[in-house]
């Protein structure tokens, strides 16, 4: 069994190095999507600053309360997933669901 110290340093090694960050980006290319969503318990805001120095969109989005965090992150601004969200606000002949 590990110990705590060296639980604790590949924890923290990890997350300086964006490991599991970096491993959902690549399984979202993988599968073609434009963006990945990650949990608080894996970022925050100093691997945010890291993944932004990247060229990244990084977007915090809370639960209902505002007490839980989830970070989106993209890597393109206004192709596909732009056209994604757009679809859902339009039928199929490109009129608006929704008005303001």
Request: hydrophobic fraction near 30%; include cysteine.
């Amino acid at each position: 069994m590990l110990s705590n110290p060296t639980s604790q340093n590949y924890s923290d090694t990890t997350r300086q190095n964006l490991s599991y960050i970096n491993g959902l980006i690549v399984g979202a290319t993988n599968i073609g999507m434009y963006y990945t969503y990650v949990d608080s318990r894996y970022m925050g805001p100093d691997e945010v600053s890291i993944v932004r120095s990247y060229g990244y969109t990084v977007t915090q989005i809370t639960n209902d309360f505002g007490t839980y965090i989830t970070y989106i992150i993209r890597w393109e601004e206004d192709g596909f997933l732009m056209n994604e969200v757009y679809s859902f606000l339009t039928d199929e002949n490109g009129d608006e669901l929704c008005k303001e």
